[in-house]
């Protein structure tokens, strides 16, 4: 007994001190592997790591647990470390680029293909396929090209300009859904009524689908889209959220949230579309219908990928402009002079008409001042990334192969060296008299992955201003705050609160 006794506690010895050399060096390994990265970048400027081992990643969470966004402290590394720096996160590191010829260059060159590491994030939220490999996530440039092809004429102004009536009717029976508040003077969060509009207006317009989502103050659509949108955000800033078990109850509302618009909503109209073709109906040239023509011409796509194209778009025609409109009116309440300047333009171009035309809204010269001055700041989307496959030298900075490059839409448009006192909103910077420095501006991307819905985000954004301002005047409430909230998307915390007046 005792020879066996001291066998086996000669074989435990000898496995701790196994699993203690494995640990010691698999340790040796991981650290010589981060010195190698560093060393790789280090050629760059940037931030000092604020760990070894975890790079920069305490300097980010300690921003996120203020509740700051992130892309406030890359404003400010970009202030201090100009217009190309790199910030590790364990093992990866990521360069930034901010200067115009950097950023021309990243953008426009289709062989900077888009960063798998960002996107493939995207693919799947909470273990369940959210946009797949859409039109926004599609890092194949051959794949996303032959789908970009056929879908880009439902955007085109040749196209968009036979839907004036409907994006009207949209905007009229939002103005009306507002007359209650103007009547009873109580103040209100004007993200909520932006949300349900934008949503309407990209089912009716886009998709021939009556949603009525004004009508209803809890639509499940829009409850489902901020369930998706929080989970994309803690997704990329939380490699650990599918294995939380405080996240449990949060990973089943994403999850049920992109059933609902995955199955429920998605599939089910893509089917009924489907069926009014095969039974020889006549059906609108829609989104609906060029995303449907995508799948006859490219018989290689599954209907998972049509999917994602519906969705993409959906959500994407709906979140990016109830957020800028939302800041829209932040920034023209706390500005009088501004507001009346709007109304003045809207007055004398209409002259009484309550329907808007597409030659209307060309007139409009200082409401597109203040749409483009409201994207400079907040734009819909706060950065994009690619990929450098191979060694590049841009503007005399060497960036490595195999890097990735993060590109900040809301840095690059708010840096010092771009606009005179960035901080202020002023849309006289957009006034044709004005020249600006290029490739400083790219609210919608720039280059051949830039967002194929800027055109219509455009119309109707600047219609619904129009449509508002030329009934309505309003006040923010004292407590509205002007900071921002940081989810896929950039939006106002706080909502956007206002008492309502008639003009």
Known sequence: MTGSYDLLWTLVVYGVLFIVSLIGVLFLVVTAYLAYMHRRYDHLPGPPRTSFYLGNLPAITAYRRRKEYASKLFLLWAEEYGPCFRFHVFHI??????????????????KYTKSSLTYNRLNKICGLRFIGRGLLTESDHSKWYKRRVIINPAFHNRYLRLFMTQFNEVGDKWISSLSGLSES?????????????????????????????IESASNPFIVAILYVLQGISKAMHDPLLNFRPSEKSFRKNVRDSIKFLR???????????????????????????????????????????????????????????????????????????????????????LDGRQFISFEDLSKMEYVDQVFKETLRMYPPASGTSRYIKDEATIDGYRIPADSHVFCSFYVTQRLHRHYTDPEKFNPERFAKSEQRQLFTYMPFSLGHRSCVGQQFASIEAKLLICKFFQRYTYTLDPTQSFDIQETATLRPRGGTVMTLQQR
């Open 185 to 213: 003077k109580d103040s209100f969060s004007m993200h909520d009524y932006l949300s349900r509009i934008t949503l309407d207006a990209i089912a009716e317009v886009g998709f021939s689908y009556k949603m009525n989502a």
């Open 93 to 110: 590191c990521m360069v930034s680029v901010n200067g115009s010829h950097l950023v021309k260059e990243i953008l426009t060159k289709s």
């Open 263 to 349: 199955t429920d909503f998605g599939h089910r109209m893509l089917l009924e579309r489907r069926q009014q073709i095969k039974e020889g109906e006549e059906v609108p040239e829609d989104i609906l219908s060029y995303i449907i023509k995508c799948k006859e011409v490219l018989p290689e796509l599954t209907d998972e990928e049509v999917l994602d194209d519906i969705l993409t778009l959906f959500i994407a025609g709906q979140e990016t402009t109830s957020n800028v409109l939302s800041f829209l009116f932040l920034e023209v309440g706390r500005h009088p002079e501004i507001m009346l300047r709007l109304q003045e333009e809207v007055d004398q171009v």
